[in-house]
């Protein structure tokens, strides 16, 4: 059954076990594998790749026209894991259409959603069960689970026309990783980060 997008629609978010919402339009998986280059331990990612590509992680999004005035929105699943010291994360983007802002709700888990401009300002922002992010226009973002075991579950919601430019972040990465250290996560400088004027 096709969805008919000019109607309201409602899907629900089950709480039991791991979180799938009761319908969808796209399934998105994203493995080690499709994850070459940007984590920072190369080695690491090799000898873990080569053992299992595990899956890093998901997101379900309900079908909406790509248009402004409408709002993609769905869940994103960040699966807990490292690749040497640094921990499962999204590849993270920047919006096509830089002047699109997005909203998360996170649902479950603990992690850290890393923000930054193309002028080089950044931020990191924690994320646990309940927290409401607000992703302002121009700011590029990356999702990471820092919880041991636990999915890092968020609702997103963003405007129909955005896009996603991944390019400019699987160059360089972001101004900033997150890696555990003594058994917590730290934010530190991504040592293959380039300022614009080195690009
Ligand atoms: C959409 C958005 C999220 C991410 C999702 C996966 O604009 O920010 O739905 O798409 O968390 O991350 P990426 O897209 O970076 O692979
Ligand atoms: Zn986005």
Redesign the pocket.
């Known amino acids: 059954m096709s969805t008919d997008t000019k109607r309201p629609s409602t899907f629900e978010i089950s709480q039991a076990g791991s979180i799938v919402p009761s319908r969808f339009d796209y399934h ?1 998986i ?1 493995r080690l594998s499709d994850m070459e280059g940007q984590f920072l331990e190369q080695d690491a990612y090799r000898v873990l790749l080569s053992a299992e590509d595990r899956l890093v ?1 998901e ?1 379900y ?1 309900m079908q909406r026209p790509k248009v402004a005035g409408e709002l ?1 929105h ?1 869940l ?1 699943i ?1 699966h807990p894991g490292k690749v040497g010291n640094e921990y499962f994360m ?4 920047y ?1 096509v259409v830089l002047d699109t802002a ?1 909203i998360y709700y996170c649902l479950q888990g603990e992690g850290h959603m890393v923000m930054e401009t193309p002028d080089g300002d950044w931020e990191v922002a924690t994320l646990r069960r309940d927290t409401v992010l607000y ?1 302002p226009p121009r700011w590029a ?3 990471v689970n820092t919880h041991r075991s636990e999915d890092l579950v ?1 609702f ?1 919601a ?1 405007p129909g026309h ?1 896009g ?1 430019d ?1 390019v400019s972040i699987e160059k360089q990465g972001f101004r900033k990783r997150v890696v555990e250290q003594e058994g917590n996560p730290q934010v530190i400088d991504n040592p293959r980060w380039l300022p614009p004027e080195a690009r």
Do not use: W
Not at 90 to 93: A, N
């Open positions: 998105v994203r992680y997101v999004e993609l769905g994103s960040v999204t590849k993270g983007h919006h997005e992703v973002h990356r999702s968020t997103f963003y955005a996603h991944y």
